[in-house]
């Protein structure tokens, strides 16, 4: 076949050919794809034009196969069969034998109490899943979701379009760390108390404002801002900063070092919600939705 006929070889005149050599006709080939006679026709002819010799021949009513129409359909017609095979079984889903990949982003107050877990579940139940993870927070989750860089995301969210399905996971409200071996707080601070003390603050936008600035107008004597929760508990264990960090982080970091106090902070606020987000594109996919579901059971455990 020459270079010239193979890129004007359009794949879906195929069908067309079967149909025809099924019926033995062009027009009952047009009733079992819902086209007209002269579409039918028209293929043929763009068919042969592509491949450089007839395909098919009057005979009587109907049409009959040349032999290199025979040839064609039969070479055609098993990948077809497996192509709407495929195309048209339901998806079969098994856990214990998926290799897929997900891609999860994670806020770091997600990374300590879930991965872990989330992990200890799919070695269970997948052993051969993999997740690729990385950080997410809410002014980035929208664009990392919305070009599909990450599959699913664990994070607190503000706004986000129609095209992304969330469900809330955790609440979550603030408190403040210490070490009380030096730091006098008491179980609850009182406003001035607090104020007096050095504060670590996390901020994603590496100033030193944070939850208590923005929130509820007050200001503090910060003396270190970080990017992440991770090292919150290096940093105010032995030392004399504060930190005012989500209730489930401060679980996360007493859980490994028990001798530091969280208490209530001596401000007034609502409870945070952090949710579970993914493109709706992906809504029936049975390995997201997998995965979905365990870490919805994960988060139910935890409360």
Not at 216 to 225: I, S
């Amino acid at each position: 076949m020459s270079v010239v006929h193979t890129r004007n070889l359009d794949l879906n005149l195929l069908p067309v050919l079967v149909a025809v050599a099924d019926t033995g006709s062009v027009t009952a080939a047009a009733e079992r794809l819902y086209l007209t006679q002269s579409a039918i026709s028209a293929a043929l002819g763009r068919l042969k034009a592509a491949i450089g010799e007839p395909i098919v021949i009057r005979h009587g009513r109907g049409v009959v196969l040349t032999e290199r129409g025979s040839r064609l359909v039969a070479e055609a017609r098993p990948h077809l069969d497996a192509l709407w095979q495929t195309a048209l079984q339901p998806v079969r889903f098994d856990p214990k034998t998926s290799d897929r990949t997900l891609r999860i982003g994670l806020a770091d107050i997600a990374d300590e109490w879930l991965l872990p877990r989330l992990l200890r579940y799919l070695e269970a139940e997948a052993p051969r899943m993999r997740l690729a993870c990385s950080p997410i927070q809410f002014r980035t989750v929208n664009e990392a979701l919305s070009t599909r860089r990450i599959d699913i995301a664990v994070t607190v969210a503000d706004e986000l379009p129609g095209s992304v399905a969330r469900r809330p996971l955790l609440r979550s409200h603030f408190v403040c760390l210490f070490d009380p071996r030096f730091v006098r707080l008491g179980t609850r601070p009182t406003e001035r108390a607090y104020l007096a003390q050095d504060h670590v603050v996390v901020s994603y936008n590496g100033d030193f404002r944070g939850v208590i600035e923005e929130t509820h107008g007050k200001e503090r004597r910060v003396r270190c801002a970080v990017a992440s929760f991770a090292s919150i508990g290096a940093i105010v264990d032995g030392g004399r900063l504060v930190a005012t960090i989500p209730i489930i982080v401060a679980r996360e970091i007493l859980r490994t070092r028990p001798h530091l106090r969280a208490a209530p902070i001596p401000f007034a606020h609502l409870e945070g919600s952090i949710e579970l987000l993914w493109p709706t594109a992906l809504d029936a996919d049975p390995a997201c939705r997998f995965v979905r579901e365990a870490i919805i059971e994960l988060a139910e455990q935890r409360d």
